[in-house]
């Protein structure tokens, strides 16, 4: 314990004549590929891989306020018109504090035409927040939500039991779903350059669409975050608590499963073209499956990065994961970056490329810029995504990388390979975006673990000798295997860039085939939307069906 405390106090000390901010901006793709003419200039270092980000930031600040007062011309209007186009709701301006509030509509039709099925969305939201002087920021928003939805996604949230990256659905029709999504977060500047945070969110690790170590794919969970910046360096530290109702499932009888997340990543601008970056997640738990109670590893506290080496000598049964990230300025324009996440190692096999299950790993490698042929405004990204079989799953239910029922990184589990395009234009208050999507996975066969459920136990794969807890001769895309095209095409028009009011027309179209099933969808939807939430829709099916 002594160790511990002592590295908590060097860590303050460290921070203390570092730089930090205080005001987040939601993340949303969609919202931050605006900024990657500033975020990835040769001619700056911008810490570009932990999101959300800290927008008080001198770099990106004139930036962002124009984006988000776009429209605002400076003259005299009416209540309606500024209410309507320029202005939050309610939106109170002290010298000493700010506050904001907004109704958060979410209102859609759709039709998807292979289904011969009408779609809809009915949502309504709010959010309030503001800033309390120079260090003190928050922001709350929460939704009730029911939709119709199309095939394909209704099939995901019947297996899964949750809206995809929201919360539990509770059905109402064959194809109709409710549920709520609260969020909420408190950022605290103590000391110069020191960030305290906490709320109920989620945060996203990487440079690209996808994240093999930490995306906001899955539903928001309780968090505490440090977050502070020494020079070139930004560091996180950060804590959550988790539902896991899959481990619930597997459990006795009226088990409450709970489980706890210790995160951490360094962030380094070696220079204005280069960064490194290095991660590691540990996933505990409160009760096991018999429901005795195990008590909190106070370890854990411990907010320096690699836990891993501290939690093996421990002899802990719990699950850690190792990551990296890199990126690469090769011009203004052209950005090259990659991942890698290690969730477990045995040496032996993993050089010798005998297909151990036991070798679990997921890389990722992209390049993405802006003025894409010389056009302002045209940004773009082409991202190449796999996870071996396997990866993610551990050797009890609770402890897989995941967060109420579905991944903490890349939605479609592992055993999979993905290529992921997409084309973003802005021209004054029009929105065009499109995105193309190539996939390949195996889902389970026959009863038996491919590797794509990161729920099921790796120590259970299939083809494994008798009595052995492990198999060779796995490879990507083994099992059921299943090829996915992924098209989406997005026009909006925004009305309100404070809180994203937007109204957009989308059309979506998907095929998921292999030997016992062929899906189709058209879908196509039109509607009006508010917020900076990403809600992703291309997605894998959970589980053959």
Do not use: C
Not at 115 to 139: D, E, H, P, R, V
Not at 353 to 381: A, C, H, I, M, T
Not at 489 to 512: D, M, Q, S, V
Request: glycine share 8%; hydrophobic share 35%.
């Amino acid at each position: 314990m002594k160790k511990v405390f002592s590295s908590i106090l060097l860590l303050f000390s460290i921070i203390g004549i570092a730089k930090a901010q205080s005001e987040y901006q939601p993340y949303s793709y969609q919202f931050y590929q605006k900024l990657n003419e500033d975020l990835y200039s040769t001619k700056t270092r911008e810490f570009t891989s932990m999101k959300p980000f800290f927008v008080d930031d001198s770099l990106l600040k004139h930036h962002y306020d124009s984006l988000m007062n776009y429209g605002n011309d400076g003259k005299p209007h009416s209540w309606g018109y500024r209410k309507l186009f320029t202005e939050h709701l309610i939106d109170v301006k002290n010298p000493g504090s700010t506050f904001y509030a907004d109704l958060l509509p979410d209102v859609g039709i759709g039709r998807d035409v292979s289904g011969k099925l009408n779609t809809s969305t009915a949502s309504i939201g709010a959010q309030l927040g503001g800033t309390i002087g120079n260090k003190f920021y928050y922001n709350v928003s929460g939704y009730q939500s029911s939709a119709v939805l199309p095939e394909y996604l209704s099939t995901y949230i019947n297996q899964v039991g949750i809206v995809p990256g929201q919360a539990y659905a509770r059905t109402y029709s064959a194809n109709g779903y409710d549920w709520s999504y609260v969020t909420a977060l408190v950022s605290y500047t103590p000391i110069k350059y020191l960030n305290i945070s906490a709320g109920r969110d989620k945060t996203f690790i990487g440079d690209g669409y996808r994240s093999e170590l930490l995306s906001d794919f899955a539903s928001p969970y309780p968090f505490f975050k440090l977050t502070a910046t020494l020079g070139n360096v930004r560091y996180m530290a950060m804590w959550a608590y988790m539902n896991d109702p899959v481990a619930e499932s597997n459990a006795g009888d009226n088990i409450s499963r709970k489980k706890f997340a210790v995160f951490h990543y360094l962030d380094w601008n070696v220079s204005n073209r280069v960064s490194l970056g290095f991660f590691d997640a540990i996933i505990s738990y409160t009760v096991d499956d018999l429901g005795n109670k195990r008590p909190f590893d106070f370890s854990y506290i411990n907010p320096v990065i690699f836990l891993r080496p501290l939690e093996a000598s421990n002899g802990s049964p719990d699950n850690a994961a190792l990551g990296a990230t890199a990126k690469y300025k090769l011009t203004d324009n052209i950005t090259a970056y990659g991942q890698f996440l290690l969730d477990e190692f045995q040496s032996k096999d993993f050089f010798s490329s005998d297909g151990s299950s036991r070798n679990k790993y997921g890389w990722q490698l992209g390049l993405r810029g802006s003025e894409l042929f010389g056009v302002k405004g045209l940004n773009y990204l082409a991202e190449y995504n796999t996870a071996k079989p396997y990866t993610y799953s551990e050797r009890s239910y609770i402890e897989n990388y995941s967060d109420n029922g579905e991944p903490l990184a890349h939605p479609w589990g592992a055993n999979f390979r993905e290529l992921v395009g997409l084309l973003n234009y802005s021209y004054k208050r029009f929105d065009f975006s499109g995105e193309a999507d190539f996939g390949r996975y195996g889902f389970d066969l026959n009863d038996m673990n491919y590797g794509k459920d990161i729920f099921e136990l790796y120590t259970n794969p299939a083809n494994a000798a008798p009595g052995a807890n492990y198999s060779l001769g796995n490879y990507t895309g083994q099992g059921l295997t299943t090829n996915m095209v992924y098209l989406d095409g997005k026009i909006a028009f925004l009305l309100n860039p404070k809180y994203n009011l937007r109204i957009e027309l989308g059309a979506i179209y998907r095929t998921e085939d292999n030997v016992q099933f062929k899906d189709r969808t058209t879908w196509f939807t039109l509607g009006l939307r508010s917020s900076f939430r990403n809600l992703y829709t291309d997605l894998a099916s959970f589980a053959p069906h």
